[in-house]
C-alpha cells in the first residue's frame, strides 16, 4: 500500500505561500461566477488577450536576457569600477532602474538582488537598505516604459497609444520618483571606502542565447505595438522552444493565470451593483483616478487596481500615475517588493522597508500630483 511521504504537506504548503495570489483568485471565481452570472463567451471577453500575450512574450525574452548572463557581466563590471557604499548604492539604483524600464522591474530584482547579495558575502555593506532601494528603484524605473511592469503593459494596449507616446505620457513621473529616491541615496548610505578583497566571480556568457534575445526583443515590441501580441508572443515560444527547450521550463507560467484569473476575478467585481455604483462617485473625489489608484494599490497591489479601475476611468494617464506611485507604500503596493523582500531574507527587514518606502509615497504621490495635467 501506498503512504504519502511525510515531505508532502510541507512541500504543499511551501507551494500555497508562493502562489498566494493564485489560490486566492481561484477562491473568489466561484462566488462572484454565482452573483454576476456570465455565459463563456462574455468570460472570455473579460480577458484583455492582447496583454497576455504580450506579457508572454516578454516574459521568455527577459528570461533568455537573464540566463544569457549578459546582464549579470554588465552589472559586475559597473560596481568594480566603484570605491564607495554611496557611490555603489546610487549605481545599484539606477541599473536596477534602468533595467526594469527594459525587462521589467520583477526579472531586474531577479538580477540585482542576487548581484547585491554576492557582493555581500565579500563585502561589508548594508544589504538590507541596499535591497531596499533596489525595490523602490524598479518600481520608478518600470514606470517609464510600456514594458516595464505589468500594470503599464495593460495600460498600454487598452489605451490605443503607441510606444513612444506611453513612454512620454510616462516620463515626467518616471522621472520624478527616480529623482525622490536618487536624493534619498546619500541619507541612506555614507560615503565610507570598500575594500577591495577579490572579484565576485563572473557567470559564463551564453552568446548565443544573447544574440537571439537581443534581436528578437525589438522585433517583438515593434510587433506588440502594431498589435500583433498574440502571434508575436507564440512565435517568441515557439523559437526559443526550438533553441533553448530548457528555458521554457524555468518561465513562471503561473503567473499567466494569474494575471488571466485578475481579469475575471475583477471584471466581474466591477460588474456588481454595488461596485459599479461606488467607484463612478469616488472617482469625482479630489484627484480623481490618480489618487484612487494611489490608495487602492496599498489594499490591493497596483496591478490589480489598474484591472480595477480601468473600466471606469476615461482618463488613463491619471490611473497609470496613481497605480504607478502606489507601488510605493506599503510593501502590498507592488508584487515587486515581495519579490525584493523574498530574495532577502534579511530579518526586520519589512520594518525598515516600510520607513523608507512611506516617505517615498508621499513625496512622490506629492510631486505626480504637481506634474499631472489638467
Same mark, same amino acid.
Given at each position: 500500500?501506498?503512504?504519502p511521504?511525510?515531505?508532502?504537506?510541507?512541500?504543499?504548503?511551501? #507551494?500555497?505561500?508562493?502562489? #498566494?495570489?493564485?489560490?486566492?483568485?481561484?477562491?473568489?471565481?466561484?462566488?462572484?461566477?454565482?452573483?454576476?452570472?456570465?455565459?463563456?463567451?462574455?468570460?472570455?471577453?473579460?480577458?484583455?488577450?492582447?496583454?497576455?500575450?504580450?506579457?508572454?512574450?516578454?516574459?521568455?525574452?527577459? /528570461?533568455?536576457?537573464?540566463?544569457?548572463?549578459?546582464?549579470?557581466?554588465?552589472? /559586475?563590471?559597473?560596481? $568594480?569600477?566603484?570605491?564607495?557604499?554611496?557611490?555603489?548604492?546610487?549605481?545599484?539604483?539606477?541599473?536596477?532602474?534602468?533595467?526594469?524600464?527594459v525587462?521589467t522591474?520583477?526579472?531586474?530584482?531577479?538580477?540585482?538582488?542576487?548581484?547585491?547579495?554576492?557582493?555581500? /558575502?565579500?563585502?561589508?555593506? /548594508?544589504?538590507? +537598505?541596499?535591497?531596499?532601494?533596489?525595490?523602490? $528603484?524598479?518600481?520608478?524605473?518600470?514606470?517609464?516604459?510600456?514594458?516595464?511592469?505589468?500594470?503599464?503593459?495593460?495600460?498600454?494596449?487598452?489605451?490605443?497609444?503607441?510606444?513612444?507616446?506611453?513612454?512620454?505620457?510616462?516620463?515626467?513621473?518616471?522621472?520624478?520618483?527616480? $529623482?525622490?529616491?536618487?536624493?534619498?541615496?546619500?541619507?541612506?548610505? $555614507?560615503?565610507?571606502?570598500?575594500?577591495?578583497? +577579490?572579484?565576485?566571480?563572473?557567470?559564463?556568457?551564453?552568446?548565443?542565447?544573447?544574440?537571439?534575445?537581443?534581436?528578437?526583443?525589438p522585433?517583438?515590441?515593434?510587433?506588440?505595438?502594431?498589435?500583433?501580441?498574440?502571434?508575436?508572443?507564440m512565435?517568441?515560444?515557439?523559437?526559443?522552444?526550438?533553441?533553448?527547450?530548457?528555458?521554457?521550463?524555468?518561465?513562471?507560467?503561473?503567473?499567466?493565470?494569474?494575471?488571466?484569473?485578475?481579469?475575471?476575478?475583477?471584471?466581474?467585481?466591477?460588474?456588481?451593483?454595488?461596485?459599479?455604483?461606488?467607484?463612478?462617485?469616488?472617482?469625482?473625489?479630489?484627484?480623481?483616478?490618480?489618487?484612487?489608484?494611489?490608495?487602492?494599490?496599498?489594499?490591493?497591489?497596483?496591478?490589480?487596481?489598474?484591472?480595477?479601475?480601468?473600466?471606469?476611468?476615461?482618463?488613463?494617464?491619471?490611473?497609470? #500615475?496613481?497605480?504607478?506611485?502606489?507601488?510605493?507604500?506599503?510593501?502590498?503596493?507592488?508584487?515587486?517588493?515581495?519579490?525584493?523582500?523574498r530574495?532577502?531574507?534579511?530579518?526586520?527587514?519589512?520594518?525598515?522597508f516600510?520607513?523608507?518606502?512611506?516617505?517615498?509615497?508621499?513625496?512622490?504621490?506629492?510631486?505626480?500630483?504637481?506634474?499631472?495635467?489638467?
Amino acid at each position: 500500500m501506498m503512504h504519502p511521504s511525510p515531505a508532502a504537506p510541507g512541500r504543499f504548503l511551501q #507551494w500555497l505561500r508562493a502562489e #498566494w495570489l493564485l489560490v486566492l483568485l481561484l477562491i473568489l471565481l466561484p462566488p462572484l461566477l454565482w452573483l454576476v452570472p456570465q455565459e463563456g463567451a462574455q468570460l472570455a471577453a473579460l480577458i484583455d488577450w492582447k496583454t497576455i500575450g504580450a506579457l508572454a512574450g516578454l516574459m521568455v525574452l527577459s /528570461r533568455g536576457l537573464e540566463l544569457s548572463g549578459a546582464i549579470d557581466r554588465a552589472g /559586475r563590471s559597473l560596481l $568594480a569600477r566603484l570605491g564607495n557604499e554611496r557611490r555603489l548604492a546610487l549605481a545599484l539604483v539606477l541599473f536596477a532602474a534602468l533595467l526594469a524600464a527594459v525587462v521589467t522591474n520583477d526579472v531586474a530584482l531577479f538580477v540585482t538582488v542576487p548581484l547585491t547579495l554576492s557582493l555581500a /558575502r565579500i563585502l561589508p555593506l /548594508r544589504t538590507g +537598505r541596499l535591497v531596499i532601494f533596489q525595490a523602490l $528603484a524598479v518600481n520608478a524605473g518600470s514606470t517609464l516604459s510600456p514594458v516595464g511592469n505589468p500594470q503599464n503593459l495593460f495600460l498600454w494596449q487598452i489605451s490605443g497609444l503607441g510606444f513612444g507616446e506611453f513612454l512620454m505620457t510616462m516620463l515626467p513621473l518616471g522621472l520624478a520618483m527616480l $529623482a525622490v529616491l536618487i536624493l534619498l541615496v546619500p541619507l541612506g548610505f $555614507a560615503p565610507h571606502r570598500l575594500p577591495s578583497r +577579490r572579484d565576485v566571480p563572473t557567470p559564463p556568457l551564453q552568446r548565443g542565447l544573447m544574440i537571439l534575445s537581443l534581436a528578437a526583443y525589438p522585433l517583438f515590441l515593434a510587433l506588440v505595438n502594431a498589435g500583433h501580441a498574440l502571434p508575436a508572443a507564440m512565435a517568441v515560444i515557439a523559437l526559443y522552444a526550438i533553441a533553448f527547450r530548457g528555458l521554457l521550463r524555468g518561465i513562471d507560467w503561473p503567473l499567466l493565470l494569474v494575471f488571466v484569473l485578475m481579469f475575471l476575478d475583477l471584471g466581474l467585481l466591477g460588474r456588481l451593483p454595488v461596485i459599479a455604483d461606488l467607484v463612478p462617485r469616488a472617482l469625482h473625489l479630489p484627484g480623481g483616478a490618480y489618487t484612487l489608484g494611489a490608495l487602492l494599490s496599498q489594499g490591493m497591489s497596483n496591478v490589480p487596481a489598474a484591472i480595477f479601475l480601468a473600466p471606469f476611468s476615461p482618463d488613463l494617464q491619471a490611473l497609470a #500615475w496613481g497605480v504607478s506611485v502606489g507601488g510605493f507604500g506599503l510593501a502590498i503596493g507592488s508584487l515587486a517588493n515581495l519579490i525584493a523582500l523574498r530574495l532577502a531574507r534579511v530579518p526586520g527587514l519589512w520594518r525598515e522597508f516600510h520607513l523608507w518606502s512611506l516617505p517615498v509615497f508621499a513625496l512622490s504621490l506629492a510631486a505626480g500630483a504637481l506634474l499631472l495635467p489638467g
